[in-house]
């Protein structure tokens, strides 16, 4: 099996961060432009990261590319028992969908990187980072119970979320510091080994 990469881009860190939670690794591949025939035709979609596996299959969406991985390595990130299973899917979209994405659109919409290649829209970030805010009191009321976002086993559901809160917090747009169960559980996931990568970036 290949990786296809680019780096850094947060969607590969969330698999990269899977990986060396389950201390496996995997061929990478860089690629220079997603936006070329030839990736165009790997994945449509033109995004990193993409899975080739041995039989030739190209799978994106980095959630979908950790669930085909955990399938045959029996992983314990997406939860052991049918309940922590569907508990694990809950609290990974809330992340998704409240937190990673609207992340990863604030800085398009405001970093200078991103100048040029998207049309930035500031206060339209702001509103973002107001929303993630009050998102983050529930997953600090969640965590106020639990070690983990779902019980006291880490899973995708932290990885997706930890990305998120330090895409934020890099830029300085949500605040931690209100929220005590929040803040643990960041310095927690923070420290953990798999979080080199992300590390390297953010500080
Ligand atoms: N939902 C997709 C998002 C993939 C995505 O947007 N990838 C970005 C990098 S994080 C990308 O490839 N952008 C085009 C580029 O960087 O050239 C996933 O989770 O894999």
């Known amino acids: 099996m290949k990786l296809h990469v680019k ?6 860190l969330k698999v990269q961060i899977f990986l060396d939670e389950c201390g496996h690794a995997l061929q990478e591949v ?5 936006r070329s025939p030839a990736f165009l035709k790997i994945n449509p979609f033109g995004t990193v990261p ?18 085909h991985l955990h ?9 052991d028992s049918e309940d922590e299973q569907l508990q694990v899917e809950l609290w ?7 937190v990673y994405a609207p992340a990863i659109e604030y800085v ?4 200078p990187m991103f100048v040029g290649h998207v049309e930035q829209h500031p206060e339209w970030a702001v509103v973002l980072a107001v929303r993630a805010q009050r998102a983050l009191a529930a997953f600090n009321e969640q965590l106020e119970r639990t070690l983990f976002i779902v019980g006291d086993s880490f899973s995708v559901a932290d990885i997706t979320a930890f990305l998120g809160v330090s895409a934020f917090t890099a830029f300085g747009a949500v605040d931690l ?10 310095a927690a996931v923070g420290a953990r080994p798999s ?3 992300l590390r390297a970036l953010t500080t």
């Open 7 to 12: 780096t850094p881009a947060p969607s590969v």
């Open 30 to 34: 860089e690629v220079s432009d997603t």
């Open 50 to 67: 993409v899975l080739e596996t041995d039989s030739g299959e190209m799978i994106s969406e980095s959630l979908t590319i950790c669930r």
């Open 71 to 79: 399938r045959q390595w029996h992983t314990g990130l997406f939860g």
């Open 92 to 98: 990974e979209r809330r992340a998704e969908l409240l």
């Open 108 to 111: 398009h919409q405001t970093h």
């Open 177 to 186: 510091s209100q929220y005590a169960a929040l803040s643990r559980w960041a």
């Open 195 to 197: 979080m080199e990568r």
